[in-house]
């Protein structure tokens, strides 16, 4: 393949466009360029690559695996030029750009995207691109900007910063505690339905973790017959709708403890907690705009209200 030419970047930028909208009819109008000559100039991209970008039928066009890959790669490159163009031109002042992050369902769902609107209205110039799941993106690789994960990642490629350590409790509706009675003591677990979410990092059950009334922690172990896959939102769910014990945050259960809806049993063996991080890779320029997501988290999350993060 011939060198690269300087050139061919409003091609690339056409070709990205084309690949966000999934037409190339949206991406001339967007760009004030005629349908004809943005297939011209696809084409002659595939040419140049040897591969096919697109597969094309009469009513739409979509990209093909090689052209999904040059897709993530190109959008990112760009990314980084108008990165440092803002840079040099001092527009840096203002955070501005697409910030791409990874965050898991819990999460995201009752923790991070009840603050988004906050943090929109003040950075109305920063888009949010969320992909919530939890599996575990190599944000690297992948080329998220930053994500939030459970721990603390052992990766030396990332920088790591704590948000929070979030307390967990096991919690049941009145119903079902009604008909099952009030778990005490630890054995007591093994008479009642405790609802299991199964890792789908490693397909393993999810321990509950305790802590024993003489301070020792322990990860409890058990086997259950209602077992939840992919989305431990579901045990909520199920546990909502009376169908067992379940373990999870206080940041999601507090409106329905505050309303009667559930109750959180086993309180001797409470008191443990997961710690929730924030990171970012360590070899990428910290644009503005990641550092003031970075910020607002750190301040809403880990500090109380009014005072500055260190």
């Not at 009819?25 to 000559?37: F, K, N, W, Y």
């Not at 459970?150 to 096991?170: F, N």
């Not at 778990?183 to 677990?189: F, N």
Request: proline share 6%; glycine share 6%.
């Amino acid at each position: 393949m011939p060198a690269f030419d300087a050139t061919q970047i409003s091609t690339i930028a056409l070709f990205c466009k084309a690949a966000e909208l999934s037409s190339f009819s949206a991406a001339a109008e967007v760009l004030g360029l005629t349908p004809a000559s943005v297939s011209r100039a696809i084409k002659r991209l595939e040419e140049r690559l040897g591969v096919r970008l697109f597969s094309r039928t009469t009513r739409n066009v979509r990209l093909t695996s090689e052209g999904e890959l040059y897709w993530q790669e190109c959008r990112q490159a760009l990314e980084q030029i108008a990165e440092a163009e803002r840079t040099i031109s001092g527009h840096q002042k203002v955070p501005s750009g697409l910030l791409r992050i990874s965050v898991g369902t819990l999460y995201a769902n009752f923790r991070l995207l009840p603050l988004l609107h906050e943090f929109t209205a003040t950075y109305p110039q920063i888009e949010l691109e969320l992909s919530l799941s939890n599996r575990v993106a190599d944000i690297v690789e992948e080329g998220y900007d930053l994500a939030i994960r459970v721990g603390t990642p052992q990766d030396s490629r990332l920088i790591v910063h704590k948000l929070e350590d979030a307390t967990v409790g096991i919690f049941a509706t009145p119903a079902y505690l009604a008909r099952h009675g009030v778990p005490q003591q630890l054995d007591d677990l093994a008479q009642h339905d405790c609802l299991q979410f199964i890792l789908p990092t490693t397909g393993r059950p999810m321990p509950w973790i305790l802590q024993m009334p003489d301070g020792q922690p322990l990860d409890h172990q058990f086997h259950s017959r209602f077992r939840l896959l992919d989305d431990a939102l579901g045990c909520i769910s199920w546990g909502q709708a009376d169908g067992g014990l379940f373990q999870t945050y206080h940041f999601i259960t507090a409106p329905a403890l505050a309303r009667g809806e559930l109750l959180e049993v086993m309180h001797a063996y409470g008191g443990r907690s997961r710690q929730f991080s924030i990171t970012y890779p360590q070899n990428r320029h910290l644009s503005a705009r990641v550092r003031s997501f970075v910020d607002f988290l750190l301040q809403r999350l880990r500090h109380p209200a009014g005072q500055p993060p260190r």
